[in-house]
């Protein structure tokens, strides 16, 4: 089992996108995508699970909209300083 992160991709010094991934068994791979909200795309397994949420424009994309995607998926809320590497960004 490998537990929620976030990962941020910077090109020239700026970040380019973000990932959060949830928490998922190990292996788990993206077998659908849909989007949530603008800029922001879910990653479901092959059972229907989420599995990530990509967030394509970090600087713009709300720590609110992130909560509120997340509620749409019914996965377990996060808190502020696990989004904080986005608001540093």
Do not use: W
């Amino acid at each position: 089992m490998k537990d929620r992160y976030l990962e941020i991709t910077f090109r020239n010094g700026k970040p380019l996108a973000a990932y959060l991934y949830l928490t998922r068994q190990n292996g788990a791979q993206s077998a659908r995508t849909i989007r949530i909200d603008k800029g922001l795309i879910a990653d479901y397994n092959q059972n229907g699970a989420p599995i990530g949420l990509e967030i394509v424009s970090p600087t713009t994309t709300s720590t609110q909209q992130i909560k509120d995607a997340l509620e749409k998926l019914h996965v377990e809320p996060i808190n502020e300083c696990e989004l904080a590497p986005l608001s540093v960004a």
